[in-house]
């Protein structure tokens, strides 16, 4: 079975400057997260503030699944970290 995003819950963690969400792979949960300087790169001017840091998650959403599936496939790992490299 191929990587999916069923849901769409995202996460914005602070502490870690970034956001979390989550793929499937048939039963296996994977983990990514996309670090704060990647989501500038495609939302520029943005502040580190949770409304608009999540808008501009939720307005490249497509991009940002895109790139995480690249991820995934170059290595089949349970937890990936997307950087500005990653778009």
């Known amino acids: 079975m191929a990587l999916n995003f069923p849901n769409p819950v995202r996460s914005f963690d602070a502490g870690r400057s970034c956001v979390s969400f989550w793929g499937s792979d048939a039963s296996l949960e994977i983990t990514f997260q ?6 500038r790169k495609l939302g520029s001017g943005i502040n580190d503030s949770q409304a608009q840091v999540l808008d501009v998650f939720d307005r490249n ?8 599936a690249n991820a995934y496939a170059r290595h089949r790992a349970s937890y990936h970290r997307l950087t500005p490299a990653d778009f």
């Not at 996309?34 to 989501?39: G, K, R, S, W």
């Not at 497509?62 to 790139?67: E, Q």
């Open 34 to 39: 996309i670090e704060m300087d990647a989501l």
């Open 61 to 68: 959403r497509d991009t940002i699944l895109k790139a995480a």
